[in-house]
Structures are given as structure tokens and as C-alpha cells.
Nanobody
Framework: QVQLVESGGGLVQPGGSLRLSCAVS??????????MAWYRQGPGKQRDLVAV???????NYSDSVKGRFTISRDNGNDTVYLQMDSLKPEDTDTYYC??????????????WGQGTQVTVSS
């Protein structure tokens, strides 16, 4: 069973940095990851896309984090990272990683992490 385990959230002052990690486990052999992404969601709000990395390492970011956040991937460990710099109070949210992958190109599945809280406050 594929599981995504997130870590790295916490409390940071405005202007500070955090790095979130999301490790994919339980996939076994033959599992191919085609897209990895980070979303964030506040209480009572919809879940919004923050950053996405497609196969081939193409990346895209929401306008609110462009130039401050960087998504990256460690292929050897099937881990995706979100480096967050110049954090602002409005970045406070629960952050979720999402992976699209499968064992066949014709059958792809969405998997979600459990979420990690990021709080930016002085």
C-alpha cells in the first residue's frame, strides 16, 4: 500500500525558512511516479495548489509563492521536498503532498500525505 509521510512543518518567524519532506513508501517494484505536488489548505478553505513537478522535472508554482518556494525531488529515495524561503504570515496553512503514480501508464492513482502544519508568526 502506497503511503506518503510528510515532515518538516513547524513554527517560524516571518522571513524565515522551512523545508518540507514527503517520502513515498510501500509502492514496491514497478511503481512509477509521474507527478508530485504540494497543496495547502486553511480552516474552512479549499485546498490550493502551491507547486508541482511533472515527469521530466518541469515545475510550476502558484503566483503567491513564485520566487520564494522551490519544489524538488530525490529520485533515489522517492522523496519530494518543498523549500520555503522568505515566509510570510499568509503562508500559514496545513501543507499536503500529493503524488500521481501507478504500475501501468494507463492506470494512475492520486495519493495524499497526512498534512503538516506550517505557522509563520512572530
Amino acid at each position: 500500500q502506497v503511503q506518503l509521510v510528510e515532515s518538516g512543518g513547524g513554527l517560524v518567524q516571518p522571513g524565515g525558512s522551512l523545508r518540507l519532506s514527503c517520502a513515498v513508501s510501500g509502492s514496491g517494484s514497478g511503481f512509477s511516479i509521474n507527478r508530485m505536488a504540494w497543496y495547502r489548505q486553511g480552516p474552512g478553505k479549499q485546498r490550493d495548489l502551491v507547486a508541482v513537478m511533472a515527469s521530466g522535472s518541469t515545475t510550476n508554482y502558484s503566483d503567491s509563492v513564485k520566487g520564494r518556494f522551490t519544489i524538488s525531488r530525490d529520485n533515489g529515495n522517492d522523496t519530494v521536498y518543498l523549500q520555503m524561503d522568505s515566509l510570510k504570515p499568509e503562508d500559514t496553512d496545513t501543507y499536503y503532498c500529493m503524488v500521481v503514480g501507478g504500475w501501468r501508464p494507463s492506470k494512475q492513482y492520486n495519493y495524499w500525505g497526512q498534512g503538516t502544519q506550517v505557522t509563520v508568526s512572530s
